[in-house]
């Protein structure tokens, strides 16, 4: 079966060079496009595709709102890939927080753009441990303290191993490694630890693992030494 998806970009250039790179490749059907965030919501509830590409920057409702409206549904099982100019950190967290699947530079070759709607399609996040890291720990020295989430509890202390070793940016190999354990228990572990805390992905469960206090090095708070 084809992965569906829907090109959201104000620019009807920019949506066509997408759709010839995406409409080459035999696995993927592009079903629709839409040129702002109120377009692309309508769109996601009448073709119900498998990824929607946003763009950030779109006149009558921007990108972000629009991701927030679309995984607002619960019976929504379409999953975003933001698109953007530049490798903006506060719209990356943003999309994150919402519970985007990840983002693309929109100047990036089209292979990537191939391995991400692939990537996402099978239900896993687009961003690198590295990128993860960075943005999430320079937004959490912005936040608020932490406070421990009472969905925590739900968590067996394995699992909450787990999590913190998600937030490190750590693999499945490299947490199996650390606990002495096999990767299809490591794979068992975040299964349970995204359904017992209502995340999407492993991006969502290391922006709750910051926002919760589980990872030590957080860094300084902006005023202190």
Do not use: W
């Amino acid at each position: 079966m084809s992965i569906r998806v829907l090109l959201v970009d104000d620019h009807a250039l920019v949506r066509r060079g997408f759709r010839m790179i995406l409409d080459n490749e035999p696995d993927i059907d592009v079903v629709a496009e839409a040129e702002d965030g109120q377009v692309a919501i309508a769109a996601v509830r009448r073709h119900r595709p498998d990824v929607a590409l946003i763009d950030i920057q779109m006149p009558v409702l921007d990108g972000l709102e629009a991701t927030r409206r679309i995984l607002a549904d619960e019976h929504n099982r379409t999953r975003i890939l933001i698109l953007t100019t530049f490798e903006r950190d506060d719209y990356v967290f943003q999309a994150l927080r919402l519970g985007a699947s990840g983002f693309l530079l929109k100047n990036a070759p089209p292979e990537d753009l191939l391995t991400g709607v692939r990537v996402v399609a099978n239900g896993d996040a687009l961003l690198s441990p590295s990128i993860t890291r960075r943005v999430v720990q320079e937004f959490a020295r912005h936040s608020r303290d932490p406070v421990d989430s009472p969905d925590l509890q739900r968590l067996t202390n394995r699992e909450t191993e787990v999590l913190r070793s998600l937030s490190l940016g750590l693999s499945n190999a490299e947490i199996a490694a650390a606990l002495f354990v096999s990767e299809a228990t490591v794979k068992s572990y975040v299964s349970g630890v995204l359904s017992k805390l209502g995340l999407r992905d492993r991006v969502q469960a290391v922006v709750f693992a910051y926002e919760n206090g589980l990872v030590p090095d957080r860094g300084p708070r902006p005023g202190t030494t």
